[in-house]
């Protein structure tokens, strides 16, 4: 029998068990990691410091390199619909190789597959949860100064930039040293640009945003389990054993018996039926 004819691994219930286990693995994360500050190495420390120190200063000048984009409106909205095109681009990538590793039984492949659809996941709900908490005016509302705590605003962080680093990110893990990581970083790159020149999200949005996305994915990839190699028997033969009748077995005993012609044959005929 053919792996091919093994049940279609598209129906079972991996798919969500393995979603609603890492989103809760996630959470926990994150609810953890005010515990770990106390705890960082001067290595991380220092990368922690000189990540706060960007974040404030596009805080503090954001407001004006955003006012400096003077584009015209009809490149703005080019600008927006290139980004949508390209997030597009990453979710529809996922999902053909979901159905490519579904139609060819290919697990891992499958399993790459969701995990860049759960990293878009975890990165948009993440950014939010900030977006309804902090509340910043876009850069295209008429008089915004990028004020926060405004209701019916959602600038921070860029959801578009999480969403696309979290997916470059997954996909550089699990295809190392190809094409891959340059195709996803470039339109993830790309796509946290086009925001900032349709004056979608001011700079630090588009910032913070990066950040959120390649953490996630650096949590799903952890200890390198992007990498891992399925089994061996996923994509090969599987025989076939069937049970010989015990009518036949004796029929072909009492045979060779018939014709062995000395000790060693009879004792190999004797061991047809085991």
């Known amino acids: 029998m053919l792996a091919q004819d093994q049940p279609s691994r598209c129906l079972d219930f991996g798919v969500p068990r ?17 515990a770990r500050l106390a705890h960082l190495t001067p290595k991380s ?8 120190g960007v974040t404030a200063a596009l805080l503090t000048y954001d407001t004006n390199l955003s ?20 997030i597009g681009t990453a979710l529809g990538t996922s999902t053909i190789k979901y159905l490519v590793g579904c139609h060819n039984r290919d697990l891992h ?6 995990r860049e659809w759960e990293a878009m996941g975890m990165s948009l709900a993440s950014v939010g949860v900030m977006k309804y908490a902090f509340r910043r005016q876009r850069p295209d509302s008429f008089g915004s100064q990028g004020d926060f705590f405004r209701a019916g605003n959602n600038s921070f962080p860029s959801g578009h930039a999480a969403t696309s680093f979290a997916w470059a990110t997954t996909v550089a893990s699990e295809y190392p040293g190809t094409f891959w990581p340059w195709a996803g970083y470039g339109g993830a790159g790309a796509t ?16 913070v945003g990066m950040t959120v996305g390649y953490l996630t ?17 996923e994509n090969q033969f599987v025989p ?15 045979f060779c018996e018939s014709i062995a012609s000395n000790k060693e044959s009879s004792s190999r005929c004797a061991r047809i039926a085991e």
Do not use: F
């Not at 996630?26 to 953890?32: E, F, P, R």
């Not at 994915?217 to 028997?233: A, H």
């Open 18 to 34: 393995q979603a609603v286990r890492d989103l809760g693995g996630y959470g926990l994360a994150i609810a953890k990691s005010p």
């Open 45 to 52: 420390a220092a990368i922690l410091l000189g990540w706060a």
């Open 67 to 86: 006012n400096r984009i003077d584009v015209e409106h009809a490149d703005r909205h080019a600008s927006n619909v290139a980004s949508n095109l390209l």
């Open 109 to 114: 492949v499958r399993n790459n597959a969701v």
């Open 192 to 207: 946290t640009v086009l925001r900032i020149l349709a004056r979608a999200h001011w700079p630090s949005d588009a910032w």
């Open 217 to 233: 994915g650096r949590y799903l990839c952890r200890e390198e389990k992007c990498r891992e190699t399925p089994p061996k028997s």
């Open 240 to 254: 076939l054993q069937l049970a010989t009748p015990a009518p036949a077995l004796a029929a072909r005993r009492q």
